[in-house]
């Protein structure tokens, strides 16, 4: 297993040195033929996801499938045409991510230095159940010139492999366009082979759940892009309007409580929770949200709050359920925010811009909002096309990560015949580090 | 051990909160109080020098270290002035790499996201020998807002602690900059301690030999900026200028062959190695370079070449020693080095410009140059400002490293109310996404 792993890793590192160097338009021509290859195979996707539904069917009737998982598995006509291919159709319109001049900069007359924005190399994506994000992250990563060994999720073994096997051959030959470009994985220790390939493979990146993605970060040196956790807190400050406050709070939990960027804890200032928090607390019971609260909370919730214990702060419940704190003010909810939550999304709600600006710096998040709910903490809606994951790292990409998180950079020289010993010692030539407004393009 | 370092490392994470918030102006103050502090402890700086330097020359006797080491090691008043204390003026001067808005966009009305730099937070910094580095080092990642855990060589024990104690009384109390933002540790063990302590520190930066950095990147899970090796090469193709090309491989090879930009192999096409390897092995020999050539360039050299072994091409000698092939064109000279160097730095020297292209594309280096020496490859001749370490990492920092590679960024957002159900279902809001020329400021 772990040998047939290299060697397709082997593959798909050469695959990469090849498609790095396509045109913008070899790779948009290839993603146009995988929806037209989308389009045209429409009946064998549907009966391949008829297979992996049959099969969920029996899992779900065992309890051992939910039925929301089983509702994301599910690939029909309408979703195929208006969500998959449409999909690619987007990415395919994005603006080219590689091969843009990021800076140019003149070292002395005639010696020119360029910042060009390139592909990271080979990637390594594991995602969960949705059968759509192999076809939206297989083309997202064509399109910024990456080679990919893709990992689906087990029930969706046939439209994965339905999917995998139109996008290979509709790209097969295509000028530009490497064989070997993507390698579908099927196996569990396909993965863990993987993992141990550091030299072969560049970056992961797991889209699942918090199992998965701390499994994957504890067992592989390669570098890792995701987030575990998202434990989102809102703060609602004693200068804050209310009824904002109010439409935030109840927005931020319920809108989606699954979604990694829901809010798990409110803090509430001490000079606001008796005219906010009772009725906040009857509108999250009214809309089916548990509350459990510390003694402040529970004492102005007139038996509607459960207790929390010290857990619940470092819980992301991905659930209707909330937790609730009474804080005595900014430096008090940041130091909480700070100690508890996943670095994903914080939001404060208030009409002090200073208080605002404050909480915006100070908390060590990924996105920090002001009067906005944490929901919007995502990257389509943060305008950077379509969305490659949110990232609580510290390096290269943090919060949601666009098309951009899939690149890197050289630098390019161009020179005519400079030395470095003419720049040193007596009679030394000196740099003009001239910043130069133009941008490197290739010759042929 | 561990403990300690662990409470060490904690302290810097509550320090690195602390100093991410201090304004360019505070930083920069405690930048100017380190040079003046630098320049009224000269005396104790040089007597904790000679101390290092006492037994150094011991060791020096005994064989177990090189007068080049020695040489690195010694710090004179000259030296302490002329470039220490520089260096921090320098570093001060640089503009502020945080809080700089890298994009801004309308989502809708009244709702704006913004994309603002912010430090890493806490780095682990291990370095070799020269105790400057030190100074350098501490003194970048105070400018970019990050706390830090230092180690230096033991060669330079009495001098390190002497400049460490003298950055840390120079900075106590100062407006912004709290205690505890740089830490020295002292014994090889405090670094393997901090080499697990994934969870407090979010990046290391090893500035040493090849056995340091392999050691560092085999035994953490923290993210390493750095390159272990650097085997380079320079290819002189079919239609180079030979003068130039004569230039710039002697160049590349002794103007410091101890650097790690200096070339290892180089590459020579076929048309012209009849014209140009006899004399270039011929000045290579009259400069004290040892020659290693395949069969071709042994039959060229008229017997002043070794024959190199399979193992030349993948060998950084660090030395006055180049390996040189004979190649059928660019594309074996591409392959060559993909296969060969280690992804640092590779230049061709030619008057064709589609041959140069496609080298510089094909190349899979952080720096490709054209018609110029390896050797500039650095962060100062690139225009970065003082540089932190070249990487050849494929993620967040590649190649020279200026100050911008200490910096990650966050995302703002700055909203009226807005909750993401408003833009869904029936009657959503539309996103605007339009792109915002403003910047985020802090308000106070």
């Known amino acids: 297993m772990s040998d047939e792993i290299r060697a397709r890793a082997e593959g798909a590192r050469a695959a990469a040195l090849q498609l790095s160097n396509a045109s913008e338009e070899e790779r948009n021509a290839a993603l146009g033929a995988i929806a037209q290859g989308l389009e045209a195979n429409a009946g ?42 449409r999909g690619v159709h987007s990415v395919r319109d994005q603006a080219d991510p590689i091969g843009r001049t990021l800076a140019a900069t003149e070292m002395d007359r005639g010696l020119k230095v360029y910042k ?21 992250i297989a083309t997202l990563c064509l399109k910024s010139g990456n080679a990919v060994l893709l990992k689906g999720g087990s029930e969706a073994f046939h439209t994965n492999r339905a999917l995998a096997n139109i996008l290979i051959a509709s790209t097969r030959g295509l000028p530009g366009i490497p064989d070997g470009w993507m390698h579908l994985m099927e196996a569990r220790e396909e993965v863990q082979a993987m993992l141990d390939l550091h030299h072969l493979i560049d970056l992961i990146i797991p889209r699942g759940g918090n199992e998965l993605v701390q499994h994957i970060m504890r067992n592989t040196r390669i570098p890792v892009m995701g987030h575990a956790d998202g434990i989102c807190h809102v703060y609602v400050h004693a200068a804050a309007d209310v009824e904002k406050a109010k439409r935030i709070c109840l927005d931020a939990k319920i809108q989606n409580p699954s ?36 003694g402040s909370t529970r004492s102005l919730a007139g038996g509607e709050a459960a207790a929390a214990s010290e857990e619940d ?13 009474v804080v005595n003010g900014v430096h008090e909810a940041v130091e909480h925010i700070n100690r508890y939550s996943s670095n994903h999304t914080d939001a404060i709600v208030t ?12 908390v060590d998040s990924a996105s920090t909002l002001h009067n906005a709910s944490t929901r919007f903490a995502d990257g389509f809606r943060y ?61 042929s």
């Open 313 to 325: 702060w470092a819980t992301e419940y991905l659930d209707m359920v909330i937790s609730i704190k």
């Open 383 to 443: 305008g950077l096309g379509a969305e490659v994951g949110i990232s609580t790292n510290r390096l290269h990409s943090r919060g949601p990560v666009g098309l951009e998180g899939l690149v890197i950079y050289k630098y390019i020289i161009e020179g005519n015949g400079q030395i470095a010993g003419d720049y040193l010692g007596e009679d030394a030539k000196a740099f003009t580090h001239r910043p130069l407004a133009e941008t490197w393009t290739p010759q």
């Open 116 to 136: 060009v924005s390139v592909p990271i190399g080979v990637l390594g994506i594991v995602f969960e159940s949705r059968p759509d994000a192999l076809v939206q």
């Open 259 to 294: 979604g990694c960027n829901a809010a798990e804890t409110l803090l509430v200032d001490r000079d606001i929770a008796g005219e906010f928090l009772p009725e906040m607390v009857g509108r999250y019971r009214r809309n089916g949200v548990e509350v459990r609260g510390d």
């Open 44 to 85: 064998a996707i549907l009966e391949a996801n008829r297979r992996d539904l049959e099969a969920a069917e029996v899992l779900l009737t065992e309890g051992r499938l939910t039925g929301a998982l089983v509702g994301r598995l599910k690939v029909d006509d309408v979703k195929l045409r208006n969500e998959i291919v």
């Open 351 to 362: 009409e002090d811009r200073a208080a605002a600006s404050r909480f915006l710096r100070e």
